[in-house]
């Protein structure tokens, strides 16, 4: 019987889930939200988003995660279609209402009929008569799980603190202060280049903000001392403490903006916000993570100009996420070495982000398919951002000489530095080819030999589907 079990309904659940039935296997996915819910999530719709309403730029040109959205799209993925289809202003980033993002997916699957979705919470690692199974429990795998993984493998699992930005109510924005704009009036799609909200500050109002935020009241985790967070989600108190000037060139920088109320001054540091849903009477504070307390963030983000009198939807706030140590656990094809036909997916695995959650979804599901029909996938090329992502976790990362024993690996969202080195051609007509052209024409020619090198892989992976059903 040609049958895969999925262990959740997150991101990469889903779009393993669709993959799979797409692909003439029979689905039961297996959701415990409705029936036992998590610290995060709100409601128990699949593919909710938790933090960012952000897949982050779809720029497939010049950047790496563009280049993912792009291979997703060339193999049919439901987070992406999703994604497009629910996308809201947000320059060159994709982002989505995420309420008509979750209606969209949790439609699409249960109306599959391949996919059957089982409301209930899976406790320990399935017996052997499920044959093929992809967990995709997320960062907020429940604990019985989580231990009966880590008795399975004999390994520890790793875990970060992940933070969440607050989300504001548009009607309550003072725009005698605020404006609209893009950074350097960059027109994404779907905007217009006014996608973002800003919000000046002086530098001794910028001074008393950071002083704020390092002195202000915070969530404490004793119970998790030593938990590492990701450095690509830092909450913005953290920042703060690295140094005063720390934030100002990370997401409160000024750079490319000016001040519609005061062309002439140039601001010493801006608060932005980008669009939450498709109404646009929600605004996501951009890059503001956080650990502190509801009550100082209610006092501390009303200092910020055009935020006095700011009623939040959502505050900030922190979770644990955790991930198991991949290199050393799971093959090429994310199954655990130990147990044949049992693979991981989504952020468990140790990748970071939306995207590339869905991404390690859609691989494993792929893999899955193969071995149920009795057939081997070529290896992805790691010159695609499928396969840079798929070599990061299962093996990309590095052993520290001096510390024997101790796991480096750690979360990572898709980046450049993942692909293999590329050589470049200076092009016809170009006088000195260094700097910024350079790196340009770097980042263009990856992205190229990437969906191409997609392409054909994809390809033959299609057939390999073809000729088994």
Not at 159 to 177: L, M, N, T, Y
Not at 184 to 193: A, H, L, T, V, W
Not at 333 to 360: D, H, M, N, W
Not at 446 to 453: G, I, T
């Amino acid at each position: 019987m040609k049958q895969l079990h999925i262990i959740g309904g997150g991101l990469a659940g889903s779009e393993a889930a669709w993959q799979a039935a797409n692909a003439g296997i029979d689905v039961i996915l297996h959701e415990m939200r409705g029936v036992r819910g998590t610290d995060a999530h709100l409601t128990d719709g699949l593919a909710e988003l938790v933090c960012s309403n952000s897949f982050r730029s779809d720029d497939h040109q010049m950047n790496a995660v563009g280049v993912l959205h792009q291979e997703m799209r060339l193999a049919g993925s439901l987070i992406i279609a999703s994604g497009d289809a629910n996308k809201v202003p947000a320059g060159t980033a994709l982002a989505v209402d995420r309420v008509g993002f979750s209606d969209t997916v949790t439609k699409a699957l249960e109306n599959h009929p391949r996919i059957k979705i089982i409301r209930e919470e899976i406790e320990t690692l399935p017996q052997s008569d499920w044959q093929q199974v992809i967990i995709a429990t997320g960062p907020l795998t429940s604990p019985a799980l989580a231990q009966s993984i880590a008795q399975q493998t004999g390994k520890d699992a790793l875990a970060f603190f992940d933070a969440i930005a607050p989300i504001v109510h548009f009607d309550s924005i003072d725009f005698d202060k605020a404006w609209f704009q893009s950074r350097y009036d960059k027109i994404g799609p779907g905007g217009n280049g006014k996608d973002y909200i800003n919000c000046p500050m002086d530098k001794d109002q910028y001074y008393a903000f950071i002083d704020a935020l390092i002195s202000g009241d915070k969530t404490e985790f004793k119970q998790w001392e030593g938990t590492p967070y990701f450095e690509g989600c830092l909450p913005i108190e953290v920042m703060a403490e690295r140094g005063p000037e720390t934030l100002r060139h990370g997401p409160m920088k000024p750079m490319g903006l000016t001040n519609a109320h005061k062309p002439d001054e140039k601001a010493y540091a801006v608060v932005q916000l980008r669009q939450d849903n498709a109404l646009g009477t929600l605004y996501n504070m951009v890059g503001f993570q956080t650990k502190l307390k509801y009550g100082e963030q209610t006092r501390i983000f009303r200092t910020i100009p055009g935020l006095e009198n700011a009623e939040f939807a959502r505050l900030g706030g922190l979770h644990r996420n955790t991930y198991i140590n991949s290199p050393d656990l799971l093959d090429q094809t994310l199954t655990l070495k130990s147990r044949p036909g049992l693979r991981f997916a989504g952020q468990i695995t140790g990748c970071e982000g939306y995207v590339e959650s869905a991404a390690i979804g859609l691989l494993a599901a792929r893999f899955a398919v193969a071995e149920i029909n009795g057939q081997q996938l070529q290896p992805l090329p790691q010159t695609t951002a499928f396969g840079a992502l798929l070599y990061h976790i299962t093996g990309g990362h590095i052993q520290w000489d001096d510390e024997p024993g101790k796991r480096s690996f750690q979360p990572m969202n898709i980046n450049f530095g993942l692909f293999p080195p590329v050589e470049i051609v200076k092009p016809e007509g170009f006088g000195r080819f260094r700097g910024k052209d350079k790196a340009r024409v770097k980042k263009q020619t990856m992205a190229a030999r990437a969906l191409h090198d997609c392409e054909e892989w994809l390809q033959n992976s299609n057939s390999l589907e073809e000729m088994s059903s």
